[in-house]
């Protein structure tokens, strides 16, 4: 009650926490029913290598056998390696995934090939990748802090594709990459979906419906307000089934609310129900089972059979005195067997409620190991290796028998007697209630059986050999040693007694795979025969004996073996074989009631009658772990249940649970995930690297293409296992590796023969593609298969990378050659054309010399041509200015005298006349002053003189036309007598224009005539 008081979210007083301790304790006395010995398997996951503690929040169960694990520390995922099998534990491998920042893990859900997981103000999604790991994704963190900040994601959601975060308060909605949020009004006590439709559960509004963007209160569900709901669960047509922290059970039928009665509501009222799960089978009415998990009082079971809204019916608690790690549950959830795994406060359970076996648990601690069961004076006895106790029938108390404490090896109750056989390590008990008697000179009994035609003798297999002992009838039964067996000193565990026709007793016994027989004599206590057998094969093992209708017969590792008296040998019973479940091992044989009954190495087979087939039962020795070489088994009088030791005590199997003759004899091939992982021998890895394996259940089957380099041709294959490291169940693998391309029927052809290998081991693989196709049979005789594909690289040198690059280089090569021939071809043709412009060169060299020579002569020769021709031109031009100014001259000294005879003519009779000479003077004149020859001569006296007068001008701009005239008079050489009948002037105004002219040309200390000349030759 202390532990339940801390998770109060209200305070009790001193007195009311007593009054509430003694209640509990009052119920608990008086439903004694509910602490009922026999309960299903607990296992405690805790002790796997996975594991890390913690809280358990969040259980998620997949209909693949896949179990996603919500814990504060991580997500733990087990990717189941085959379809699960009622009351089996999952068999897989576990993978731990965590949030950022390593955030407490809440809530999960998979979904779509992703499995969504929440936090604390976190949520996200895990991922495969390509090469098949997982990876987390985080959703909130890119999202705005009001949606973001939605404190712990107690749950996740889905419907019609759209995810649904349940926080604190708040429900935020994904649809695609878009995000919103709708406040709850209060504190979320938790969210379900029924029929479509999300339901929320607050202390405040009670049960309200997500319609749009909006909640409305559930109507009808008015009573339910003000109390703490922990469950909402969707039954079959409008039933919903609904879970309270402290008011029991309800039923809402569509419009209205009834409490849900059972018979544990006292204890319930007084339990703090935190989780719920439910298993339903949807039928009219539905019938299931609702999982309650307290905070303290561990899980209540109860069966749900509705009838008028009235139950009635069986209820079980799984405790820590049941196997429970501890009592605070925080979630739960059946898987598809009808199992239920439990998230404790630090721990993870799996409870086997949903398969035939249940496991007998003591309240006053562990019985020890299971070795034999006798029902005996309406009781049950059984055997440890602590002891001897006495159970009723119901297995509720235990007794131990005083003076039994060791080893118990078994257990006889012979017939016509009231004793019990007690076959300890101490010797021989005569068991009668709890009475014990021992018969002395006896140490260490492995057994006894009775001989058969004699009632009162048996014969005791004992450490050394064999001792005879005797019953006495009478008001005081007394039992004797008749004496010891000589001829046989060997240590007889097993033991068979044979009565052949004409009378002679046959004992047979097995010691170290050696079946011997002795034939005795008629005192018993001699051995007139001894013969030793042994199997054909040696490599097979003899596990048992025993005498069937008269017939010897050996459970061996290959089957069941008869011994034929006609050939004096021990052959292969193959009828018998195939009446029970193949030549497999078989470790123990007996009848009882009529039935045989075998135990192999997983599995149990009873044979009702010589023409039916065996009923075969699966024993995984992940839930009941047999002692190897002790195996047993009690079948009892009803022929409904049978008791089997084992290694943790004592299991109640129910051998008319349905879903063991849907398994049994299935030859059915499931598809699974058998392989576990790759791992690499090659001399480039570290040895045993492993490969990563994909999550073929979690990506709906999808496969990881597993691809090696060619350095990696040595690889180990490593098959499925169980959990178990001790006592695993017995699997056989068949397996090939084969090219991808081979048929069907070439496949089948090249599986290899059954064997409990699990692994394989494959050296210097020749690059290709394979495919590893592998098969197993478990012992209840179903057939899983997997396949994965496999692809050996070629060696670098073989790969297309390298052909191209073989390709690309020989082009390059190619290319480089035929850039080669041209940068060859290049060359000489460059070395030629250099050649040929060398010679041109010298040749241009020569050639422009001797042009040169030749433009030398020739410019020489033009210039002497040229000079030859000014001077010429000069000349002529000179001559021409001489002779013009001669002819001026001579018109002018006819104008002189023409003038001269005007003035004489003075008379008017001369009017006429000196009108006419007149005209001639004129003439005269213009003649002298405006011939054009004199222009002409001007102009190609500029020409000759290189354009002397054109320069002389733009030098002085100012300078008139007769001292243009003098200056290229002076120029051209004529003397002043020469110029002035050229100027038409005198011989002094030649002068004074001289005169004028060195002044107006700045001449001072260069003669006039030396200056023009020095104007003449320079260039412009």
């Excluded at 059970?249 to 703090?272: M, V």
């Excluded at 139950?311 to 059946?334: K, P």
């Excluded at 005791?460 to 010891?484: A, E, F, Q």
């Excluded at 210039?863 to 001077?871: N, S, T």
Aim: glycine residues 6%; hydrophobic residues 35%.
């Amino acid at each position: 009650m202390l532990f339940i008081s801390t998770y109060k979210p209200y305070q009790h007083s001193l007195m009311h926490k007593l009054f509430l301790t003694l209640a509990l304790y009052i119920l608990s006395s008086c439903l004694s029913f509910i602490y009922a010995d026999w309960h299903p398997v607990v296992r405690d996951m805790r002790g796997n290598s996975w594991w890390q503690g913690g809280q358990t929040w969040h259980i998620s169960t997949q209909h693949n056998g896949d179990v996603l694990v919500a814990n504060r520390n991580a997500l733990f995922i087990l990717n189941a390696q085959y379809p699960p099998i009622a009351n089996t534990l999952p068999d897989g491998t576990w993978h731990t995934i965590t949030l950022n920042n390593n955030n407490e893990i809440r809530s999960c859900l998979q979904y779509n090939n992703r499995i969504y997981v929440g936090g604390i103000n976190e949520f996200g999604y895990v991922e495969p990748t390509d090469n098949g790991s997982l990876k987390y994704h985080c959703l909130s963190d890119s999202l705005a802090p009001e949606i973001k900040y939605l404190g712990n994601v107690w749950n996740i959601h889905e419907v019609d594709d759209i995810i649904y975060y349940q926080g604190d308060g708040r429900i935020v909605r994904q649809i695609n990459n878009n995000y919103s949020f709708v406040e709850c009004g209060g504190k979320v006590d938790c969210s379900a979906i029924v029929h479509g439709v999300l339901y929320v559960a607050t202390e405040e509004r009670g049960i309200q419906m997500l319609i749009g963007n909006t909640f409305f209160t559930l109507k009808g569900t008015e009573p339910l307000r003000g109390k703490r709901i922990k469950g909402i669960h969707q039954l079959c047509q409008q039933y919903t089934l609904i879970v309270t922290a402290f008011d029991g059970l309800y039923i809402f039928d569509g419009t209205e609310t009834k409490r849900f009665h059972t018979e544990i509501d006292n204890i319930l009222a007084q339990s703090e129900i935190f989780c719920s799960a439910i298993s339903l089978h949807c039928q009219q009415p539905p019938i299931g089972r609702v999982a309650l998990g307290t905070i303290g009082n561990g899980i209540y079971e109860i069966d749900l059979h509705f009838n008028d809204n009235t139950q009635r019916h069986g209820v079980l608690n799984i405790d820590e005195q049941s196997g429970l790690a501890n009592n605070t549950v925080l979630s739960m959830n059946y898987d598809k067997s009808g199992n239920l795994w439990a998230g404790l406060d630090n721990g993870l359970d799996y409870i086997c409620v949903g398969g035939p076996i249940q496991q007998l648990q003591s309240k006053h601690g562990t019985l020890g190991t299971g070795y034999a069961v006798s029902d005996f004076q309406n009781a049950y006895y059984i055997g440890t290796n602590r002891g001897l106790y006495r159970c009723s029938t119901d297995g509720a108390s235990q007794q131990f028998v005083s003076g039994t404490s060791g080893q118990v090896w078994d257990l006889i109750s012979p017939e016509g007697t009231e004793q019990l056989l007690c076959c300890h390590d101490r010797g021989l008990f005569i068991v009668n209630n709890l009475q014990l008697s021992r018969i002395d000179k006896i140490d260490g009994v492995w057994t006894c059986a009775a001989i058969p035609g004699n009632e009162s003798d048996f014969i005791c297999g004992v450490y050394d050999g064999l001792m005879v002992i005797s019953h006495s009838d009478g008001p005081n039964p007394t039992w004797r040693i008749k004496g010891r067996i000589y001829g046989m000193n060997d240590s007889c565990r097993r033991l068979a007694i044979q009565r052949l026709r004409n009378g002679q007793i046959v004992v047979w016994t097995i010691n170290n795979d050696v079946i011997t027989s002795l034939t005795l004599n008629e005192d018993l206590l001699s051995v007139s025969k001894r013969q030793d057998y042994q199997l054909p094969d040696k490599n097979f093992k003899c596990r048992d004996i025993a005498n069937i209708d008269g017939v010897i017969h050996i459970g061996t590792s290959d089957g069941m073996y008869t011994y034929d008296p006609n050939s004096n040998t021990i052959t292969p019973n193959e009828q018998l074989n195939a009446s029970l479940n193949g030549r497999r091992q078989y470790n123990r044989i007996s009848v009882q009631y009529g039935r045989l009954l075998t135990i192999s190495n997983a599995e149990l087979c009873i044979m009702m009658d010589k023409t039916t087939t065996a009923k075969i039962i699966s024993l995984p020795q992940s839930l009941v772990p047999l002692v190897r070489d002790y195996e047993d088994v009690h079948l009892m009088p009803d022929l409904s249940t049978a008791i089997l030791p084992y290694q943790d005590g004592f299991a109640l199997i129910n051998l008319n649970h349905q879903s063991t003759s849907e398994n049994s004899r299935s030859l059915s091939e499931i598809r699974a995930s058998l392989i576990a992982n790759i791992a690499l021998l090659s001399p480039s890895t570290s040895k045993n690297q492993p490969i990563s394996i994909s999550f073929p259940n979690i990506c709906e089957g999808k496969y990881m293409k597993v691809i090696l380099p060619h350095s990696d041709q040595s690889i180990r294959i490593t098959y499925n296992t169980t959990a178990s490291n001790t006592g695993s169940d017995i699997r056989l693998f068949s397996s090939a590796l084969v090219p991808s391309n081979l048929s069907e029927a070439a496949i089948q052809s090249a599986m290899s023969a059954y064997e409990q290998v699990s692994y394989k081991e494959f050296n210097n693989l020749h690059e290709g593609e394979y495919n590893f196709h592998l098969k197993m049979k478990t012992m209840d005789g179903r057939i899983f298969w997997d396949t994965i594909s496999l692809t050996i690289l070629p060696p670098w040198y073989r790969t297309t990378a390298a052909y191209a690059g073989y390709g690309l280089g020989v082009l390059l090569v190619f290319i480089a050659l035929i850039l080669y021939d041209k940068r060859r071809i290049a060359l000489r043709q460059s070395e030629a054309r250099l050649e040929s412009e060398a010679k041109f060169e010298k040749v241009k060299e020569g050639y422009e010399d001797r042009h040169n020579k030749n433009l030398q002569k020739i410019d020489q020769l033009q210039r002497e041509a040229l000079e030859q021709e000014l001077r010429h031109k000069s000349q002529e031009l000179t001559n021409a200015m001489i002779n013009f100014a001669r002819k001026n001259e001579v018109l002018t000294n006819i104008k002189d005298n023409i003038t001269r005879v005007i003035h004489l003519l003075d008379k008017p009779a001369t009017a006429h006349i000196r009108r006419e000479l007149q005209l001639i003077n004129n003439s005269i004149e213009g003649n002298i002053n405006s011939d054009e020859v004199l222009k002409k001569v001007e102009e190609q006296f500029d020409l000759v003189n290189n354009n002397f007068l054109n320069k002389l001008t733009k030098l002085h701009p100012d300078i008139s036309q007769n001292e243009k005239m003098m200056c290229s008079y002076l120029r051209m050489g004529l003397t002043t007598k020469e110029i002035a009948p050229l100027l038409n002037i005198s011989v002094r105004g030649v002068e004074t224009i001289r005169y004028r002219l060195r002044k107006k040309l700045g001449i001072e200390d260069q003669g006039l005539v030396e200056w023009l000349n020095t104007l003449a030759e320079q260039n412009d």
